[in-house]
């Protein structure tokens, strides 16, 4: 996707964006985690991988679905009062949800990039250092409890927690057959593109997602047709059979440095040239491209921390609750206090825009601010409707 305009350009930073030259999270979470060298598996089925062992800040990796986690408890024998045992809980393990089992099966293999500092994480998490609030039109966002010096500034929560990071997945029944498996991922930081040696498109709060679309046949099997990856302000939809995949059922995705966009293959990725030559001069205030850079460095497995979910039934899997942030009631005070981040539906996850350098507002002029807007969450999405996204 190749556009000109340096406005139109920069403006697909706030989105998500991506590369820093100079500054890190300031703080890594860790414990140790498997890294590799190089990509591991293809669409034809599992493969092995290399790597060593080193202090980063991931979860280890193992390709073993025998250590799957999801939201919710298993049912455990007692009793009654009268000693008598409870017929609601019996001990025997509970029946296996088809949507869950199809929730695990086709979650995505995550690679991180090998300097990435700053990791997803589960959004309670991120709450205790935030704070909910109310915008001019009533709308509730959350934004950093701690204010930052200036929009390029990073605190340590932003550094993520990768080992207790699960996937927020959706099982959406679209009709007609369709049924799509919609994969959030969470970082409570995106860290902006190096232009004109600023940092531009910071924005606190990032949300990336793929989606799985699966079709039901006439034996009521449902087999996977497409993917869909997101990067930045788009994305691109995939043939299964095109889809680099671990034990042949998981996607196996590369998430970009700094700005998380998914992307399918390893590498550089020009994603869009901003500036306008003329005569093979530039001029405009820049003339450069802008990449995102992913590598094979971290696997994050997602279906090791699947906390999953029914979209059209809006329900929690496994005894798990519907999220309260799952709503678009965004002017709903929620439950008291109102500032407590898990209490109510959030309609922009991160702080407001500030578009100050040396104290000066040049937007207008750059087409982006330092620190955007936080992004909307998933239920703002455009990928709850027939179309696959």
């Not at 088809?98 to 997803?120: G, I, S």
Request: aromatic share 10%; charged share 20%; net charge negative.
């Amino acid at each position: 996707m190749m556009h000109t305009g340096l406005g139109a350009a920069l403006l697909a930073l706030g989105a998500c964006s991506g590369s820093d030259a100079d500054d890190t999270a300031g703080a890594t979470p860790g414990t140790a985690a498997t890294t590799a060298a190089e990509p591991t598996s293809s669409a034809s089925g599992p493969s092995s991988e290399s790597g060593e062992t080193a202090e980063t800040g991931a979860a280890p990796t193992t390709g073993d679905t025998s250590a799957t986690s999801t939201t919710g408890a298993t049912g455990t024998e007692s009793t009654t009062g009268t000693g008598e045992t409870d017929p609601s809980s019996t001990g025997d393990p509970p029946e296996p949800d088809p949507r869950l089992e199809a929730l695990v099966r086709y979650a995505p293999r995550v690679w991180m990039h090998p300097d990435e500092p700053y990791f997803p994480s589960s959004v309670e998490f991120a709450f205790p250092y935030m704070t909910r609030f109310a915008d001019g039109d009533g709308n509730h966002w959350v934004r950093s409890t701690a204010a930052l010096d200036s929009p390029s500034d990073t605190l340590p929560f932003f550094g993520g927690d990768l080992d207790g990071a699960p996937v927020y997945a959706f099982y959406a029944d679209k009709g007609s057959n369709i049924v799509d498996l919609v994969y959030f991922f969470y970082y409570p930081y995106n860290r902006g593109k190096e232009v004109v040696d600023t940092i531009w498109g910071n924005h606190v709060g990032d949300w990336e997602h793929i989606t799985v679309r699966l079709t039901r046949l006439p034996d009521q099997t449902l087999t996977p047709v497409q993917a869909y990856l997101s990067a930045h302000s788009f994305g691109g939809v995939y043939e299964w059979a095109d889809v680099e995949r671990f034990e042949d059922t998981h996607p196996v995705v590369y998430s970009a440095w700094g700005s998380h966009g998914v992307w399918s293959a390893p590498g550089d990725h020009v994603y869009m040239s901003i500036g306008e030559e003329l005569l093979g001069v530039c001029v405009t205030i820049v003339c450069t491209d802008l990449t995102d850079e992913t590598a094979a460095g971290i696997a994050w497995d997602t279906w090791e921390n699947v906390a999953g979910f029914d979209f059209v039934a809006k329900e929690g899997l496994a005894g798990a609750a519907w999220p309260v942030w799952m709503s678009d009631a965004f002017q709903d005070p929620g439950a008291a206090p109102a500032t407590a981040p898990g209490g109510g539906p959030i309609f922009r996850w991160g702080n407001e825009e500030d578009c100050s350098t040396l104290g000066v507002d040049i937007s207008d002029l750059i087409g982006v601010c330092r620190l955007e807007d936080g992004p909307t969450g998933p239920i703002s999405k455009d990928v709850w409707g027939p179309e696959l996204q």
